[in-house]
């Protein structure tokens, strides 16, 4: 669902920047609270992981595929503010490094991609976790409902957005019945996919899942004829450093793989937004993105002749420079909260 540049109208395209930079900025303010020791090195990591699993496109009908948007994803694993900003920054690479998804188009995919996907999930997540029974299953299932809805709302949202600014002269209906038919199918693949994720990580460590905290109950102690909660155990830092890095590198090596190998036998047919754009005029405006002629546009590397060469070979650089680009972002988030609560910064009664 990368808008390219021309699909929307000037006007359009700076108030929709103007939301996702107001969304990225109270984002950053949010995730101080969310990026902790478990959640800080993740962050990265799932953007990174977005990011490659986001070249597997997935065929969902004739001559239509689909890949990951990733909001629901990455809102559930480290939490709905970082899970903007991972989105945020994926995005951005793309953008920049890749040509996909136009430059002044930037506010629409973010507020759509990252936004609108981000806040549908995660409230939709939370109230089925809220009165479903504590277990690891209901997150499971939890995940799999909140990724199937986040992306028909997501195109719902890039319906809205072409109604108000759209340049070319399409019945709005007949986009908006395209649009979502297509998206609800790729909804399911989406949902397969955060499902799966979402279960391996908890099956492996449940604490580093943001949305999986407070899964179990506290056990209780009668202490004066009284029920009260037990004393958290204490966890063994060095086995959970090892159990994180453990993770952390598990995540970093599937992401090479499927980035690096697995996205040469995705679908080659155009994803649901191109398909729908193509069939009822809506690309008759497409611009050239700024960055066309970039060394690794269209996920290849330029002058690498052999195909599959070049897009292992783009697929891992991107993987790499997204970790790298949000690890920094988040770190540098996670050093700012440090900062806020360090007891150098609070003001005490006898220093006022």
Same mark, same amino acid.
């Given at each position: 669902m990368h808008v390219p540049d021309g699909f929307i109208n000037a006007p359009t395209s700076v108030a929709t920047g103007v939301v996702a930079a107001g969304a990225v900025a109270v984002s950053l303010r949010g995730a101080r609270r969310e990026l902790d020791e478990r959640t800080a090195p993740l962050a990265g990591l799932v953007a990174a992981f977005v990011f490659a699993v986001q070249m597997l496109n997935f065929p969902v009908a004739a001559g239509t595929s689909g890949h990951l948007l990733g909001g629901a994803l990455a809102a559930i694993l480290v939490g709905p503010y970082t899970g903007v900003l991972c989105i945020a920054v994926v995005l951005l690479m793309q953008g920049i490094l890749f040509a996909d998804g136009g430059l002044t188009a930037l506010g629409v995919n973010i507020t759509?991609?990252?936004?609108?996907?981000?806040?549908?999930?995660?409230?939709?997540?939370?109230?089925?976790?809220?009165?479903?029974?504590?277990?690891?299953?209901?997150?499971?299932?939890?995940?799999?409902?909140?990724?199937?809805?986040?992306?028909?709302?997501?195109?719902?949202?890039?319906?809205?957005?072409?109604?108000?600014?759209?340049?070319?002269?399409?019945?709005?209906?007949?986009?908006?019945? @395209?649009?979502?038919?297509?998206? =609800?199918?790729?909804?399911? *693949?989406?949902? !397969?996919?955060?499902? %799966?994720? $979402? /279960?391996?990580?908890? @099956?492996?460590?449940?604490?580093? =899942?943001?949305?999986?905290? *407070?899964?179990? !109950?506290?056990?209780? %102690?009668? $202490? /004066?004829?009284?029920?009260?909660?037990?004393?958290?155990?204490?966890?063994?830092?060095?086995?959970?450093? !090892?159990?994180?890095?453990?993770?952390?590198?598990?995540?970093?090596?599937?992401?090479?793989?499927?980035?690096?190998?697995?996205?040469?036998?995705?679908?080659?047919?155009?994803?649901?937004l191109e398909k729908v754009a193509a069939d009822h005029g809506i690309d008759e405006k497409a611009e050239e993105h700024a960055v066309a002629g970039s060394p690794l546009a269209d996920y290849g590397v330029k002058d690498v002749d052999d195909a599959r060469i070049s897009g292992g070979l783009a697929g891992v650089i991107g993987v790499g420079v997204t970790v790298v680009a949000g690890t920094a972002v988040f770190w540098a988030v996670r050093r700012r909260r440090a900062a806020d609560t360090s007891p150098s910064s609070t003001t005490t009664p006898e220093s006022v």
């Amino acid at each position: 669902m990368h808008v390219p540049d021309g699909f929307i109208n000037a006007p359009t395209s700076v108030a929709t920047g103007v939301v996702a930079a107001g969304a990225v900025a109270v984002s950053l303010r949010g995730a101080r609270r969310e990026l902790d020791e478990r959640t800080a090195p993740l962050a990265g990591l799932v953007a990174a992981f977005v990011f490659a699993v986001q070249m597997l496109n997935f065929p969902v009908a004739a001559g239509t595929s689909g890949h990951l948007l990733g909001g629901a994803l990455a809102a559930i694993l480290v939490g709905p503010y970082t899970g903007v900003l991972c989105i945020a920054v994926v995005l951005l690479m793309q953008g920049i490094l890749f040509a996909d998804g136009g430059l002044t188009a930037l506010g629409v995919n973010i507020t759509d991609m990252a936004v609108v996907t981000v806040i549908v999930a995660y409230a939709l997540f939370r109230g089925l976790v809220t009165v479903l029974p504590r277990t690891r299953r209901s997150v499971t299932a939890a995940s799999f409902a909140a990724a199937l809805i986040s992306v028909p709302a997501a195109a719902l949202a890039f319906t809205f957005f072409y109604w108000i600014g759209g340049t070319t002269d399409v019945a709005i209906g007949k986009v908006a019945g @395209a649009m979502v038919g297509v998206h =609800v199918l790729i909804g399911i *693949g989406e949902a !397969a996919i955060t499902a %799966l994720t $979402v /279960g391996a990580v908890i @099956a492996v460590r449940p604490d580093l =899942v943001y949305g999986a905290r *407070g899964l179990r !109950a506290p056990l209780k %102690l009668r $202490v /004066g004829g009284e029920l009260v909660d037990a004393p958290a155990p204490e966890a063994a830092p060095a086995a959970a450093r !090892a159990s994180h890095r453990a993770v952390w590198i598990g995540g970093l090596v599937a992401s090479l793989v499927l980035a690096g190998f697995v996205s040469f036998y995705a679908s080659a047919d155009p994803d649901g937004l191109e398909k729908v754009a193509a069939d009822h005029g809506i690309d008759e405006k497409a611009e050239e993105h700024a960055v066309a002629g970039s060394p690794l546009a269209d996920y290849g590397v330029k002058d690498v002749d052999d195909a599959r060469i070049s897009g292992g070979l783009a697929g891992v650089i991107g993987v790499g420079v997204t970790v790298v680009a949000g690890t920094a972002v988040f770190w540098a988030v996670r050093r700012r909260r440090a900062a806020d609560t360090s007891p150098s910064s609070t003001t005490t009664p006898e220093s006022v």
